[in-house]
Nanobody, 113 residues
Framework: QVQLVESGGGLVQAGGSLRLSCVAS????????MEWYRQAPGKQRELVAA???????NYADSVKGRFTISRDNGKNMVYLQMNSLKPEDTAVYYC???????WGQGTQVTVSS
């Protein structure tokens, strides 16, 4: 079982930036597509960004041009750089290892207007 731990969330004003990190418990995660999801209160969990084992990326339309997903397989890490944050980005953000079906515990991001 691969364990994932997210960090980096917090409270930021609109227009600000945050960098989320996700560390995996094993190097096996390097073979997995990695994803960031978010869930706002009263809403379904939605895919925000994904990165393949080879580094190809994909983004939800709502975050394109503002968010960047990256990974460092040597450190078992996945990152989500979030710029130009908006109040509608407020949510709990989760890291997901697709090949293992593993989820982190989530990190809260709150963007004030």
């Amino acid at each position: 079982q691969v364990q994932l731990v997210e960090s980096g969330g917090g409270l930021v004003q609109a227009g600000g930036s945050l960098r989320l990190s996700c560390v995996a418990s094993t190097r096996l995660v390097s073979i997995s597509n990695m994803e960031w999801y978010r869930q706002a209160p009263g809403k379904q969990r939605e895919l925000v960004a994904a990165i393949t084992s080879g580094g190809n990326t994909n983004y939800a339309d709502s975050v394109k041009g503002r968010f960047t997903i990256s990974r460092d397989n040597g450190k078992n890490m996945v990152y989500l750089q979030m710029n130009s944050l908006k109040p509608e980005d407020t949510a709990v953000y989760y890291c997901h290892a697709l090949a293992f079906g593993s989820w982190g515990q989530g990190t809260q991001v709150t963007v004030s207007s």
